[in-house]
């Protein structure tokens, strides 16, 4: 089969792979109709480099048509049209019982001190074969694929996977209270869509991002926004339109690939041009992260607010300004969103006839797997108008 593979910093390549086989008897193969590139697949790209291996498959988004089944995966069948989440989980085990299916203890990798297996992502997270690709192997089958009805559009439940689950949890972790002002930082997949759920929850939402046609997008679905390179002080514009207080809440969608923090990305350069043998062990310890954006956050949140943590970061080399937080008497939330928690509270929106949040608009291009390439400079460099891609093997 064809799958988008990883083959260095800023390489990846769609080649062909061995297809997908059954393992074990909760597998299932799943025929790939769609496949979104995400920002977390941007750290893979640039940033956590050392943590890859050569060849391997990327991609944790995908939907598609089950196709084969082992003999112990419940009554999942083949032909059915499903939704994988992006992590790995068993629904069965203390942590899955509780909801928090990003910690399934099934799962969890325990040889690098993470959470659950995820697709497509690094040997930090199980180096389980990803998505992009024209088939997939879905471990834990009994549980993991969200069956979908047939007839509307992919787009209408491909975004079940991660952006919508994702972008959902970080408005819930943020808390806001009624009537509250909600600010996201980061207008990509992710802080769009957490602006739409902002909206359509009845909360102000102000948005902040330096791409226009992120800023435009998500101020024609109702939220304010303000452009990073139009002010000097994000937190301090906050302030000034919150009456002094900042936000009840904000949501950090940026995560470590933010702007702004140019000793990060030489610091960055000199890492990749070091054996890798050296760098991974000493990323895991020092990072080398780029904090700029939950700084912001934790400057624009009002005194007693949340913050709500949903872009990821890698590394602990910068302290947390933790005097700041602890006198703010600030709450932070954070984690990776766990899917199928929510996956009842959003499908609602998604079998509604008027789309109240956009999905079926919401991805800018729709490309076949062989154009891969330039979709991850695209959205990587934010050219082409490229919000959000959706891969058609
Ligand atoms: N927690 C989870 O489960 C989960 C799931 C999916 C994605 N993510 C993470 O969410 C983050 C966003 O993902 P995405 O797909 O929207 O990616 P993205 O890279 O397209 O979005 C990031 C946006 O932040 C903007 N930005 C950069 N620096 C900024 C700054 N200092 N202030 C404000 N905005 C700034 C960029 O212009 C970009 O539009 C990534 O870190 C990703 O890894 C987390
Ligand atoms: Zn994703
Ligand atoms: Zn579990």
Known sequence: MKAVTWHGRRDVRVEDVPDPILKEPTDAIVRITSSGLCGSDLHLYETLGPFMGEGD????????????????????????????????????????????????????VREQGTGAALFGFSKLYGE???????????????????????????????????V?????????????????????LGLGPIGDMACRIGVQKGFRVIGVD??????????????EVIDLNAVDDVAEEVRSLTQGRGADSVIDAVGMEAHGSPVAEVGQRIFNMLPKKLTAPLMARVGLDRMSAIYTAIDAVRRGGTVSLIGVYGGQTDPMPIMTMFDKQIQLRMGQANVKRWVDDIMPLLTDDSDPLGVEQFATHQVPLSEAASAYDNFQKKQDGTIKVVFKP
């Not at 988004?61 to 939704?83: F, Q, S, T, W």
């Not at 330096?210 to 939220?223: F, I, M, N």
Request: overall charge negative; some cysteine; glycine content about 10%.
């Open 57 to 108: 498959i990327l991609g944790h988004e995908p939907m598609g048509i089950v196709e084969e089944v082992g003999a112990n995966v419940g009554d999942l069948k083949v032909g059915d049209r499903v939704v994988m989440p992006f992590q790995i989980c068993c629904g069965d085990c203390w942590m899955c019982n509780q909801g928090l299916y990003t910690q399934c203890e099934t799962t969890q």
């Open 128 to 162: 389980v074969p990803g998505a992009q690709a024209e088939f997939l192997r879905v471990p834990q089958a009994q549980f993991m694929p969200i069956k979908v009805p047939e007839g509307p559009a992919d787009e209408r439940f491909l975004f079940l996977s991660d």
């Open 164 to 184: 919508l689950p994702t972008a959902w949890q970080s408005v819930e972790y943020a808390d806001v209270p009624d009537g509250g002002t909600l600010l996201v």
């Open 210 to 223: 330096l791409v226009p046609e992120r800023l435009a997008r998500v101020k024609s679905r109702g939220a």
